[in-house]
């Protein structure tokens, strides 16, 4: 395709992505309380070709040409990028001090466990095949330990948002122990991706490099940002040069985590944490997240669609491999979690909200999933499983947490009603919260 038809398919992409998403973000959250992200979730595989592309395939490839998949990606990377920009400005470092010994026990419980569901499982899925040819054994483990570990980062932060969560301890843990736990899950997917053909210089960038670079974002950037804040406050806004310089530094930071091997969510999600409180952050909010949320983003779950083939599930042992994998999944991940909040003195329904909370999957799992297809580590059957999986585990992400937490803690007055501004004031607290 020339430049310019490239042009007329991607306007008219956009324009189906965010009526579908916005549609569909609807229907669920009128009728089934779930999290506009959701909706967002399942219009992308209903844009692919799971099912656009079965009942339509002619539609579906017109819509959405081979060519175009590339614009598709920068967007989506963009989009998440900034939306972890966004949760990171309104991330509580003194809530993540207050909760640190529970956070550390909580992401390392849901890392272990997952783990050894993976060492169990991963043996019975390489005989069926579900792996690329030649991934080893060791190779194939590290990967679905990756895989059923991650939580869903920005997902997370979006229903702890919308669950009236963003400014309490409880959100600020289960978000310190996503941080962490995610941190983890990359670092070992550098390694398989290392062992996979790139070499141990590519875990060691991950490890070294990213490890340096949230030290200094977390010790040294506080203090070299800190002119920003009080150029805005001075100008009592957020003016053109100031945002320029914002973005620049956002692009850098993204820069620097993909240069380094892990992902672009990561170093913007540092630099919000590390920007000065007040005016700045106050008007980075209300100019970028409209646009993120309601464009940038659902590109990512678009593309991600776009690869997820459901059909390939195609017969009832395959459809016992995904039950299976869903249901270790779950009881890997959730239950050590909640094991692990309990042992560092939470109480019962606190544990088992954060269990629910940690159990979605969502955006993360997509990223890491489409990172493995692309490295020929699984095969499009596995990819479908695993994406079914992420969808299945957010889905049941706020249910859970209100049955377990949220209705309770509601009526006792702990809580403000649920945000039915859906996707407004990212990083911020419930109407009602101060």
Not at 307 to 332: D, Y
Request: aromatic share 8%.
């Amino acid at each position: 395709m020339t430049p310019a038809e490239l042009s007329v398919a991607f306007f008219l992409q956009m324009a189906v992505i965010v009526a579908a998403c916005r549609a569909t973000g609807w229907v669920l959250k009128r009728f089934f309380d779930q999290p506009q992200v959701i909706g967002e979730m399942i219009a992308g595989i209903i844009l692919g070709p799971s099912l656009l592309g079965l009942l339509a395939p002619d539609l579906q490839h017109t819509l959405f040409p081979k060519e175009s998949k590339s614009i598709l990606f920068v967007g989506a990377q963009l989009g998440v990028g900034l939306y972890m920009f966004l949760v990171g400005i309104g991330f509580r470092a003194d809530h993540f001090r207050t909760n640190a010994r529970s956070a550390l026990s909580v992401s390392l419980s849901g890392m272990i466990a997952p783990f050894l569901v993976a060492v169990a499982l991963t043996p019975w899925l390489m005989s069926l095949n579900l792996f690329g040819k030649g991934v080893q054994t060791f190779q194939a483990t590290l990967f679905m330990g990756a895989a059923i570990s991650i939580t869903a980062f920005p997902v997370l932060a979006r229903i702890i948002q919308e669950r009236g969560l963003t400014r309490t301890p409880l959100g600020s843990l289960a978000l310190s122990s996503g941080a962490i736990d995610d941190a983890g899950a990359w670092t070992v997917l550098a390694i398989v991706l290392a062992s996979f053909g790139g070499g141990p210089a590519v875990a060691l960038k991950a490890l070294i490099g990213g490890g340096l670079f949230a030290l200094f974002m977390l010790t040294v950037a506080p203090r070299l940002l800190a002119p920003l804040g009080r150029w805005a406050e001075r100008e009592g806004k957020l003016t053109p040069p100031l945002l320029g310089v914002v973005i620049m530094l956002f692009m850098l930071s993204a820069w620097a985590m993909d240069a380094a091997g892990l992902h672009s969510v990561f170093g913007g999600f540092l630099l919000g944490a590390a920007m000065p409180r007040g005016v700045l952050t106050r008007e980075l909010k209300k100019q970028l997240e409209p646009f993120t949320v309601a464009l940038l983003v659902p590109m990512f779950f678009t593309f991600s669609g776009l690869n997820t083939q459901i059909n390939l599930v195609n017969s009832w042992s395959l459809v016992l491999v995904a039950l299976v994998i869903l249901a270790g999944s779950i009881l890997a991940k959730g239950g050590a979690c909640w094991a692990a909040a309990r042992l560092t003195g939470q109480d019962n329904p606190t544990a088992l909200g954060i269990g629910a909370l940690m159990n979605a999957r969502g955006l993360m799992e997509l990223i890491i999933i489409n990172i493995g297809l692309q490295k020929g580590i699984i095969g499009p059957a596995l990819f479908s499983m695993l994406a079914v999986m992420a969808v299945v585990t957010t889905l049941m992400t706020s249910p859970l947490f209100e049955a377990f937490y949220g209705k309770k803690a509601r009526e006792r007055g702990e809580l403000g009603a649920l945000d039915e501004g859906e996707d407004e004031n990212v990083g911020q607290p419930a109407k009602q919260l101060v």
